[in-house]
């Protein structure tokens, strides 16, 4: 698969980090899409700005929550991977990942933009959120 071209209402976001930050994010972002086109029934995405940040939506298929990728305040130097804050994602990433990421709330997991790329549950997070929908709705039906 390959990484669609950054879009030109994007390039500045990843523009005004600092270097290391911004090749970071650019290669989480190339993860975030080969990641989806994975994963059967999550779709094409929708890459778009929310609240200054760059976002990822399911929005074809609503099957997964917004991926936003940007920076914390607490940590202006390291990247962030942010999820709805209203889901349980971050809860389950902490639980499972507490030895591979830093995270800040329920919010974000925070990634140094320096040290090694932790690629596999990386990638691993960023499959519960492009299914996040998907599997919600499975419970359901498998309840009822």
């Known amino acids: 698969m ?11 976001t990843f523009a005004r980090y600092p270097a290391d930050v911004g090749a970071r994010l650019l290669q989480i972002r190339a993860l975030i899409f080969t990641t989806a086109a994975d994963i ?3 779709g094409p995405l929708t890459e778009t700005l929310k609240w200054g940040e760059a976002a990822y939506l399911t929005e074809a ?3 997964g929550t917004t991926i936003r990728l ?7 130097d390291r990247c962030a991977v942010f999820v709805n804050c209203q889901t349980t994602l971050i809860s389950d990433f ?3 990942f ?7 709330g329920n919010r974000a997991l925070v990634i ?7 690629e596999g549950p990386l ?5 519960a959120a492009l299914t996040y929908h998907q599997r919600k709705k499975q419970k359901i039906k498998t309840a009822v």
């Open 2 to 12: 390959s990484i669609p071209a950054l879009p030109a209402a994007l390039s500045g």
């Open 40 to 42: 059967p029934g999550v």
């Open 61 to 63: 298929t609503g099957s």
């Open 70 to 76: 940007g920076t914390t305040k607490s940590a202006p």
């Open 94 to 96: 902490r639980s499972h």
């Open 98 to 104: 507490a030895d591979d990421f830093i995270f800040e």
């Open 112 to 118: 140094p933009a320096k040290a090694p790329l932790p």
């Open 123 to 127: 990638v691993l997070c960023l499959r």
